[in-house]
């Protein structure tokens, strides 16, 4: 096969073949294709587009270009979560110790933070001692012993995917159906779990702007894990304002603390209960949804999902200490809230705007590998749909350096959209896929 012949296939609108999409996928993980040839193809798949097949093709190859992992010989059935990225979106935190002190064991592997989204990882690291970077053999250990880990993902898996984005990243090529969902699928089947949930969010912080865009990628994830034997179901949720109140590393642990302390903003706990309903009902432990946020609802108020947030903690390495007492974590040097400079209600609050100032005050990174703050942030006081007085508190700025704190004012002010009457919140949950 030449790679100039799929390119010019792919270019006129052509399908490609599975054994196309393969020897591709294989040859440039090998470097025997060079970038440029490999970006042409990414261009050509953006404006063509690719068809159900093509694309379980391409997450197939792409999630066996490395080693792929399984849970079969140490646990029953796994159920992995993935969230297709969003501001203040600390779910995973609070999530699985509840899934997990219900039973239903979570062996997972996270990323961190790039762009205006947060990253899990990070925000786990405010807590000393805590460590992300496992060997497969503790990773595989914890997840027996403790039936919670939360790890880095490694290199070796789905390597193609590292790859490809970089070079998406680099060619205004990210923004694809099919290649957003095999980017996704080929991570999270090579990371072995016998069901996946998927929480793709909708709305300007997110990658899917419109509720259509959102339920087509959701649609086409779901079809390609069913394809490979995998239970699946999704839920598309907002993401047009941030989840909760607080973003920023260590501001969002402290917020998921709080609901693991049985209280925590209304929005992102009804969050939590609804996503850890779905997972026990796809593995089983709970006949129906319903059934699984009343159990949920229970363990994240009789504490024994925050006693199973404990033990992972501790068993990364991680101080308890800052479990019991969240006032320990990190806390920025410079603390300004800015009041509201009008009355009214509030209309809109954009999320990407909010997520971007919080990375450039130092919470996020500008490129892989930097460093993050993890005691800055944002902390919203009023959101969408909610009636606020010129002078009552609108956000609080958290910033290491004073001179951030104009430029953060600034953007934050000009996020929110004010309305003279009164103006109604996104729904929290759109629909689901089950
Ligand atoms: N998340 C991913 O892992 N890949 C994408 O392409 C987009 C979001």
Redesign the pocket.
């Known amino acids: 096969m030449r790679a100039v012949d799929i390119i010019a296939k792919k270019r006129d609108g052509l399908e490609l073949s599975p054994e196309e999409i393969h020897w591709f996928i294989q040859s440039y993980v090998k470097d025997e294709i060079p970038d440029y040839q490999t970006a042409a193809l990414l261009m050509a798949i953006y404006l063509r587009g690719m068809n159900t097949q093509e694309t379980i093709a391409l997450t197939m190859a792409m999630a066996h270009s490395g080693e792929t992992l399984s849970f079969k010989e140490i646990l029953p059935f796994t159920v992995d979560k993935h969230s297709?990225?969003g501001v203040g979106d600390k779910t995973t935190l609070a999530l699985t110790p509840a899934v997990s002190a219900l039973g239903l064991p979570v062996a997972k592997m996270s990323g961190r933070a790039l762009g205006h989204t947060g990253g899990t990882l990070d925000k786990l690291e405010s807590i000393p001692g805590f460590r992300a970077d496992l060997t497969p053999e503790q990773f595989r250990r914890q997840a027996r012993e403790v039936g919670l880990v939360v790890a880095s993902q490694t290199a070796q898996l789905a390597p193609a995917d590292g790859k490809l984005?970089a070079l998406r990243d680099a060619t205004a090529t990210?923004g694809s159906l099919p290649?957003?969902a095999s980017?996704?699928m080929s991570?999270k089947l090579a990371g072995g779990a016998d069901a996946i949930l998927l929480d793709v969010k909708v709305g300007h912080g997110s990658?899917m702007k419109t509720l259509d865009e959102a339920v087509a990628l959701a649609e086409l994830m779901v079809d390609i894990g069913r394809s490979q034997g995998r239970r699946m179901a999704a839920v598309l949720t907002d993401m047009h304002q941030p989840l909760g109140r607080a973003v920023g590393n260590a501001l969002e642990l402290r917020e998921a603390l709080e609901t693991l302390h049985g209280a925590g903003p209304e929005d992102f706990r009804t969050l939590v209960i609804t996503l850890a309903g779905h997972m026990l009902t796809l593995a089983g432990i709970t006949a129906t949804v319903d059934e699984g946020k009343e159990k949920t609802a229970q363990v994240l108020w009789d504490g024994s999902a925050l006693n199973k947030f404990r033990q992972f903690i501790i068993a990364q390495g991680g101080d308890p200490a800052y479990v019991d007492e969240p006032d320990r974590l990190p806390k920025a040097q410079y603390i300004e809230t800015v009041p509201a400079p009008r009355d009214g209600y509030i209309a809109e609050l954009n999320a990407m705007e909010v997520g971007l100032t919080s990375a450039v005050l130092g919470a996020g990174r500008a490129k892989k590998g930097d460093p993050v703050d993890h005691a800055v942030g944002i902390v919203l006081h009023a959101k969408i749909g909610d009636k606020v007085h010129a002078g009552d508190p609108l956000f609080a700025i958290h910033a290491s350096r004073p001179e951030h704190i104009p430029m953060a004012r600034e953007r934050m002010l000009a996020a929110y959209k004010w309305s003279e009457v009164p103006a109604t919140p996104p729904p929290l949950i759109y629909r689901s896929i089950t």
Do not use: D, N, R
Request: glycine letters at 10%; charged letters at 10%; zero cysteines.
């Open positions: 297709t990225g984005y990210v290649l957003i980017s996704i991570k990658f």
